[in-house]
């Protein structure tokens, strides 16, 4: 097989035992990795009703068909389960190094299984497969937790790469991420369910390189394509220079900043954290960088902390969902302060946009006098407030009290104990807290978020930057009479880069001239049409939207919090606007050949040969029995 390397690891954490299977060349042409891969191995081998944090659930982390090649920012990873904050399939991504080091090393994917009696390891060297006991590194910080394996693991002829969680994973904090390289798989909970596997780290070191069908056509493309992001105004300079902050001023503009607790839209301290400011104040003229694998773009940066007790550490970032979730959105206008709260939280273990959403919630809850110190560990926590909004998050970082135990879970749970109303203003989409991007300020972000399958989501698709931010394809933000097919259409399209594993940074200069399907193509020789390349991003979205569906998930759940459905922005651009999500679901749902409870229809499904789904689903056949039985 080339492009993918045909195998995956499976380990039975339970008994320490692994297996090397080999994927079906007809999965493999219809799901080419990640999402879709992810997808059709987990509705099959995730029973309906599995607790998330059960030994019996399944944590898949996978790589893309172009992960690990010479592709532009080929070095992406998926990490996908069930989630234990929404309940929901979730597919969470990272960029950084781990992935191509898992294509060197002979595996498109690791499938993890049950659960060990004690914390446990795992280090890959090639076909070397070894468990060791990670006992004293249970409850340290990823930062050390990294340090510590590459010391004990070192020898190699270049350096290992190490995927871990923090102590957040350890206690199986539902806003649990699972960090590489400086790198974050955090939504979702995916790293509360490695913890609940006893597993704190997967290590690996690979000698090998991707097979490529036609190595010379790959190669051309990829010069020609470097020079086109190099000459992009955004992927060779805004990215390169600002970082992704370098929207932060467009997005206030529009209204759409989350600002305390998405009470408005537009911040007053917004030109302090914007990416002009923090290319001037933390990342050296915007030349600190630390780009991902192969990343020609360059969009992470690196800023030196200064901090007492953080002196000399290193902090990646911080990105622009991190800037606006803990900083206006908690009423933070400090760059440095919050560059210090990004390397914190990552080294908890923990998902910036959720712990960030949450903390701007119990500040609003506690200013408006619904909870009270009892509640916040003694805490006078309100909006802007820097030592208050430091206690948090270290309260949810180290689980103390219940400030911690209410941040380091949501706002969905949060907002369920508290009671008194506060679910209206609980900014979250099944549980998860929505991204940075005010629903109210475009019909297509509000459809996008409501309709995910996982729970709020700006990535899809991020449509955002086609209600505001650019000036090609512009669709009126205000109206929705377009926004279903606009959101079927990205959807699909956004899926195919997280099958394939590269970066959404490339879309404009791969997609519009077809390049990502010459790629493809040339990786694998699969030869397919682009009708055929764009079905693989479909038959991923449907995998994913079956698997929810079948634990209970369907129109009731796509919806947005009350506020932003009846309180109307108060500035900006956007100002006056409501999301008007109700109105779009019915031809949404149509367009997509699902039916008016958002469920995939049977004929949907066989038309992208997914029989075994209506089996699981509609209770036909061997695998309806089965489901059934479940």
Not at 119 to 141: C, E, G, Y
Not at 170 to 182: S, Y
Not at 266 to 277: K, L, N, T, V
Not at 427 to 435: H, L, R, T, Y
Request: negative net charge; glycine residues 12%.
């Amino acid at each position: 097989m080339k492009g993918l390397c045909g195998r995956l690891l499976r380990v039975n954490l339970t008994d320490h035992s692994y297996e090397i299977e080999q994927i079906p060349e007809d999965v493999a042409r219809k799901c080419p990795g990640g999402k879709a891969l992810a997808g059709h191995y987990a509705i099959r081998e995730i029973k309906k009703g599995t607790d998330p944090l059960a030994p019996e659930n399944v944590l898949y982390l996978f790589t893309g068909v172009l992960t690990g090649t010479p592709a532009p920012t080929g070095n992406r990873t998926v990490a996908a389960t069930r989630s234990p904050l929404t309940g929901t399939f979730t597919d969470s991504y990272m960029g950084g190094f781990w992935g191509p080091e898992l294509k060197f090393a002979g595996y498109d994917g690791i499938i993890l299984e049950g659960r060990s009696k004690a914390p446990v390891r795992i280090h890959i060297n090639d076909s070397q497969i070894t468990f060791a006991d990670a006992t004293d590194l249970w409850m340290k910080d990823t930062w050390e937790t990294e340090a510590r394996i590459k010391e004990m693991q070192g020898g190699t002829p270049h350096p290992i790469k190490v995927l871990s969680i923090g102590p957040s994973g350890a206690r199986m904090d539902r806003l649990a991420a699972i960090i590489a390289d400086a790198r974050a798989a955090a939504r979702g909970g995916v790293g509360a369910v490695m913890g609940s596997k006893n597993l704190k780290a997967v290590s690996v070191y690979g000698s090998g390189r991707p097979e490529l069908a036609d190595r010379q056509t790959f190669m051309t493309l990829v010069r020609e394509q470097n020079k086109r992001l190099n000459h992009n105004p955004v992927t060779g300079d805004a990215l390169r220079h600002r970082g992704t902050p370098n929207i932060l001023t467009g997005v206030n503009a529009a209204g759409a900043l989350p600002t305390k607790n998405f009470q408005t839209g537009q911040f007053e301290g917004a030109d302090r954290i914007s990416g002009e400011a923090m290319q001037k104040e933390l990342w050296n003229d915007g030349k600190n960088w630390h780009p991902c694998w192969n990343c020609i773009i360059k969009c992470t940066h690196f800023h030196v902390l200064e901090q007492p007790g953080y002196e000399g550490r290193i902090d990646d970032g911080p990105e622009y969902e991190t800037t606006a979730l803990i900083g206006s959105n908690c009423g933070i206008d400090d760059p440095k302060a919050i560059s210090l709260a990004d390397y914190i939280i990552d080294g908890y273990g923990l998902d910036t946009i959720g712990v960030g959403g949450t903390i701007a919630f119990l500040m609003e809850c506690y200013e408006r006098g619904i909870i009270g110190r009892d509640r916040t560990n003694g805490i006078d926590l309100r909006f802007g407030d820097k030592e208050a909004w430091f206690a948090a998050i270290h309260a949810a970082g180290r689980g103390e009290g219940d400030l911690g135990r209410l941040v380091a879970n949501g706002s969905m749970r949060a907002a369920a104990e508290i009671g008194q109303g506060t679910a209206e203003f609980a900014a979250n989409v099944k549980g998860q807290e929505i991204p940075a991007y005010d629903p109210r300020s475009g019909q297509g972000t509000a459809l996008s978020y409501a309709r995910c399958e996982r729970g709020a989501d700006h990535l899809k698709p991020w449509v955002f930057n086609k209600e505001w931010l650019t000036s090609e394809e512009r669709t009126d933000p205000f109206s929705t009479n377009d926004k279903p097919s606009l959101i079927k259409r990205e959807n699909e399209g956004s899926a195919l880069f997280d099958i394939v594993c590269v970066c959404r940074f490339v879309g404009n200069e791969l997609t519009a001239k077809g390049d990502l399907l010459a790629l493809v193509n040339a990786a694998t020789g699969f030869g397919y049409s682009w009708p055929e390349f764009i079905e693989t991003g479909e038959r991923a979205v449907n995998l994913a939207r079956a698997f929810s569906v079948r634990e209970g998930f369907g129109r009731k759940d796509d919806r947005l919090p009350e506020r932003f459905s009846t309180v109307p922005l108060p500035s900006g651009l956007a100002k006056g606007n409501v999301a008007r999500v109700e109105e779009m679901l019915s031809p949404y749902y149509e367009l997509c050949g699902w039916d008016d409870d958002g469920r995939p229809t049977p004929d949907k499904l066989r038309s992208l040969g997914l029989d075994f789904v209506v089996d699981i689903l509609y209770g036909e056949g061997a695998a309806g029995e089965e489901a059934r039985a479940a």
